[in-house]
């Protein structure tokens, strides 16, 4: 019988597991997960989760009865620690070994690791109860990184009542995102008083507090590194599984013979923008966990896949405020305001490279208003991948 392996039990790996079987997979599909839960979501950490308006049970992605369906052998709370990309196997903490004919490596990033004692960090359900235990009403909270992770914190904990401070090293908040929406969400963050300081440099950070390169020191009863991630690749180290800032796949998310990649741990390379891209969006893990699986069937039917073609799609919600963002956006400052204005609190952003449409974000838009954007974005990745001549 035919053996398919995936590593990583949450957005990417459910996705594949369940295309699996949409596909007609009969063989023996081994779900392995470090986390001793069912499949559940993570953007509800940084919001629902935070505000206390959904409980760990809302969280999850499938019911017992939908996972029981797939007939997958699901290994919770265990860890893979090695792979061999030429004997085909995965071993497990434990030294169990896993043969498979098929893997599938969903494994997600883990929060960069920031030197400084007790500080706390947001990517697990377990970390999302400890910080919400944590933001009681007037706690000093510190909040390093002004990324979507730290403005939507900071968001969650100005609601609770907690006193606020979020720190950056960069120009502004969200600073990737340009400057009309930097400019808005740094006054919507003003507005509910975080007190944001933009362009520091933290010398020092503990669970006591930061010291800044200026001498001053901002004591505070939590502190949360939200400073960005690494790919979950140290347990793929040796293991002849190309790697470099994620599983390098190709164009169709296939790593190296058998062996595919999806979700927040894959650098593919995307056709629509004709460059190695690695996404840490929700709704990509989803469908790149879905493509992987079908490359990985045409694959060991003797066949080749597809090219996975994505335009990204992320979301955020702070406070009242709705930002969604089609496409990608580069650091450059290649960015207008292309409809509505900063002042009704309602308008989109153009990203352009090169004089193309390359991304789009609307903040608090209407649909209507944003789709046209939205298919121009499309349209200008597809007119890349169109033959040339
Ligand atoms: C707090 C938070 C808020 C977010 N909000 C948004 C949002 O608003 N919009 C948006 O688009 N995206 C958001 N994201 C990003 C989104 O959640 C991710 O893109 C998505 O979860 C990626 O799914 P994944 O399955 O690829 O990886 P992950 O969700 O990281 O899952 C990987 C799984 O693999 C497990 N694993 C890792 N190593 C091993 C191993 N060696 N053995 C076994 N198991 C292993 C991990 O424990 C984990 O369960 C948010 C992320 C966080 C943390």
């Given at each position: 019988m035919?053996?398919?392996?995936?590593?990583?039990?949450?957005?990417?790996?459910?996705?594949?597991?369940?295309?699996l079987?949409?596909?007609?997979?009969?063989?023996?599909?081994?779900?392995?997960g470090?986390?001793?839960?069912a499949?559940y979501?993570?953007?509800?950490?940084?919001?629902?989760?935070?505000?206390?308006?959904?409980?760990?049970?809302?969280?999850?992605?499938r019911?017992?009865?939908?996972?029981?369906?797939?007939?997958a052998?699901?290994?919770?709370?265990?860890?893979?620690?090695?792979?061999?990309?030429?004997?085909?196997t995965?071993?497990?903490?434990?030294?169990?070994?896993?043969?498979?004919?098929?893997?599938?490596?969903a494994?997600?990033?883990?929060p960069?690791?920031?030197?400084?004692?007790?500080?706390?960090?947001?990517?697990t359900?377990?970390?999302?109860?400890?910080?919400?235990?944590?933001?009681?009403?007037?706690?000093?909270?510190?909040?390093?990184?002004?990324?979507f992770?730290?403005?939507?914190?900071a968001?969650?904990?100005?609601?609770?009542?907690?006193?606020?401070?979020?720190?950056?090293s960069?120009?502004?908040?969200?600073?990737?995102?340009?400057?009309?929406?930097?400019?808005?969400?740094?006054?919507?963050?003003?507005?509910?008083?975080?007190?944001?300081h933009?362009?520091?440099?933290?010398?020092?950070?503990?669970?006591?507090?930061?010291?800044l390169?200026?001498?001053?020191?901002?004591?505070?009863?939590?502190?949360?590194?939200?400073?960005?991630?690494?790919?979950?690749?140290?347990w793929?180290?040796?293991?002849?599984?190309?790697?470099?800032?994620?599983?390098?796949?190709?164009?169709?998310?296939?790593?190296t013979?058998?062996?595919?990649?999806?979700?927040?741990?894959a650098?593919?390379?995307?056709?629509?923008?004709?460059?190695?891209?690695?996404?840490?969006h929700?709704?990509?893990?989803?469908?790149?966990?879905?493509?992987a699986?079908?490359?990985?069937?045409?694959?060991?039917?003797?066949g080749?896949?597809?090219?996975?073609?994505s335009?990204?799609?992320?979301?955020?919600?702070?406070?009242d405020?709705?930002?969604?963002?089609?496409?990608?956006?580069?650091?450059?400052d290649d960015?207008?305001?292309?409809?509505g204005?900063?002042?009704?609190?309602s308008?989109?952003?153009?990203?352009?490279?090169?004089?193309r449409l390359?991304?789009?974000?609307?903040?608090?838009?209407?649909?209507?208003?944003?789709?046209?954007?939205?298919?121009?974005?499309?349209?200008e990745?597809?007119?890349?991948?169109?033959?040339?001549?």
């Open positions: 035919t053996r398919i392996v995936i590593v990583g039990a949450a957005a990417a790996g459910l996705a594949a597991t369940e295309e079987r949409r596909s007609g997979f009969d063989g023996a599909i081994t779900l392995v470090e986390e001793p839960h499949p979501d993570r953007p509800p950490l940084s919001k629902q989760a935070l505000d206390g308006s959904w409980d760990a049970a809302r969280l999850r992605l019911s017992d009865s939908d996972l029981a369906v797939l007939n052998t699901f290994l919770s709370g265990r860890r893979a620690v090695a792979a061999d990309a030429a004997h085909r995965v071993t497990l903490d434990g030294g169990e070994e896993l043969a498979y004919d098929g893997l599938v490596i494994t997600g990033v883990k960069l690791r920031v030197d400084g004692d007790g500080l706390l960090t947001l990517r359900l377990e970390d999302a109860e400890r910080l919400r235990s944590r933001l009681q009403p007037g706690a000093r909270v510190i909040i390093v990184g002004a990324g992770l730290g403005t939507e914190l968001a969650a904990a100005a609601t609770r009542g907690c006193k606020v401070t979020l720190l950056d960069c120009n502004s908040l969200l600073a990737r995102l340009g400057s009309p929406i930097s400019r808005h969400v740094a006054s919507l963050h003003a507005a509910h008083g975080v007190d944001v933009s362009r520091v440099r933290v010398t020092h950070v503990d669970a006591a507090g930061a010291e390169a200026d001498g001053e020191y901002l004591a505070a009863d939590v502190v949360v590194a939200c400073t960005g991630s690494v790919a979950t690749t140290w793929l180290e040796g293991s002849g599984i190309p790697l470099d800032d994620g599983v390098l796949c190709a164009a169709d998310c296939s790593a013979p058998g062996i595919v990649a999806a979700g927040d741990v650098r593919w390379f995307n056709p629509a923008y004709g460059r190695l891209m690695r996404v840490e929700r709704t990509n893990a989803t469908q790149q966990g879905a493509h699986a079908r490359t990985l069937l045409a694959e060991l039917d003797g080749r896949g597809d090219a996975y073609f335009v990204p799609y992320a979301w955020s919600h702070q406070f405020t709705r930002i969604q963002l089609h496409g990608v956006v580069l650091d450059s960015t207008e305001i292309v409809a204005s900063e002042a009704d609190g308008f989109i952003v153009a990203h352009r490279e090169q004089d390359v991304g789009i974000i609307g903040v608090n838009a209407a649909l209507r208003d944003l789709r046209p954007w939205q298919q121009q974005v499309y349209a990745a597809a007119l890349l991948t169109a033959p040339v001549g």
